[in-house]
């Protein structure tokens, strides 16, 4: 709680409602609008009462393109949709932002942010690049390839993966033998199935309808909660 207050103290905006990407070597504000954001949701060092905001700024026009997350606000000085750190999208950033959202239970909006990036891996034969333009969606109707993208790419591999544990909410607590399930899951998506999972001393199937879940312990022992 320190920290979190100290942080607030130090990188909070008033001004502009967001906080600020990094201090100058004078120890000024940098004011710049990023993604970042998304990973301070991610860590928990935001206050509550700052994460409405927060939230809102991830799926307004400025930061989301349809597709995904920008690195840098459309309305930026320096954005550019092709620019690797000023304005791309990076689909492992937006899992980040979408895991963020998620821990402080922000569903619609996880749900926006992770419709986006699937309908883009669409594009790609299911296999979501390092990174692609940040040009809207609207605009172009398709997401634009960065010349220099990798793919397949770690990150981005990844990035699927962290979208389905926030839609299903798995909180896993392996020391203690305990699984939470908090399920967003979008109703078209249909029925959403992880098999064969292991926590702890147990494996588990988990299929999850919308916001039901159900979970079968095929081996060893877990107190489950499904919220």
Same mark, same amino acid.
């Given at each position: 709680?320190?920290?979190?207050?100290?942080?607030?103290?130090?990188?909070?905006?008033?001004?502009?409602?967001?906080?600020?990407?990094?201090?100058?070597?004078?120890?000024?504000?940098?004011?710049?609008?990023?993604?970042?954001?998304?990973?301070?949701?991610?860590?928990?060092?935001?206050?509550?009462?700052?994460? +409405?905001? #927060?939230?809102?700024? %991830?799926?307004?026009?400025?930061? @989301? /393109? *349809?597709?995904?997350?920008?690195? =840098?606000?459309?309305?930026?000085?320096?954005?550019?949709?092709?620019?690797?750190?000023?304005?791309?999208?990076?689909?492992?950033?937006?899992?980040?932002?979408?895991?963020?959202?998620?821990?402080?239970?922000?569903?619609?909006?996880? +749900?926006? #942010?992770?419709?986006? %990036?699937?309908?883009?891996?669409? @594009? /790609? *034969?299911?296999?979501?690049?390092? =990174?692609?333009?940040?040009?809207?969606?609207?605009?172009?109707?398709?997401?634009?390839?960065?010349?220099?993208?990798?793919?397949?790419?770690?990150?981005?591999?990844?990035?699927?993966?962290?979208?389905?544990?926030?839609?299903?909410?798995?909180?896993?607590?392996?020391?203690?033998?305990?699984?939470?399930?908090?399920?967003?899951?979008?109703?078209?998506?249909?029925?959403?199935?992880?098999?064969?999972?292991?926590?702890?001393?147990?494996?588990?199937?988990?299929?999850?309808?919308?916001?039901?879940?159900?979970?079968?312990?095929?081996?060893?022992?877990?107190?489950?909660?499904?919220?």
């Amino acid at each position: 709680v320190a920290l979190q207050q100290q942080f607030d103290d130090v990188f909070w905006l008033d001004d502009v409602g967001w906080y600020a990407v990094g201090l100058d070597r004078d120890k000024q504000a940098i004011t710049s609008l990023t993604s970042n954001i998304g990973h301070l949701l991610w860590t928990g060092i935001v206050p509550p009462g700052r994460a +409405q905001r #927060l939230a809102e700024l %991830l799926v307004g026009d400025r930061l @989301f /393109s *349809g597709w995904g997350v920008r690195t =840098l606000s459309s309305h930026a000085a320096g954005y550019n949709p092709l620019s690797y750190h000023c304005g791309s999208v990076w689909p492992h950033d937006t899992a980040i932002a979408i895991a963020g959202l998620a821990r402080y239970g922000f569903d619609a909006e996880v +749900q926006q #942010l992770s419709r986006g %990036l699937l309908d883009a891996s669409s @594009f /790609s *034969g299911g296999r979501l690049p390092e =990174l692609f333009g940040g040009f809207d969606r609207s605009d172009v109707g398709v997401p634009v390839p960065y010349p220099a993208s990798c793919s397949p790419q770690a990150w981005a591999a990844a990035s699927p993966l962290l979208i389905v544990r926030s839609l299903i909410g798995l909180l896993p607590d392996a020391p203690n033998g305990r699984l939470v399930l908090r399920p967003r899951v979008p109703e078209d998506f249909g029925r959403l199935a992880v098999l064969d999972l292991p926590i702890g001393n147990a494996v588990v199937d988990i299929r999850v309808d919308g916001r039901e879940a159900t979970v079968d312990v095929k081996h060893g022992n877990l107190d489950i909660a499904v919220h």
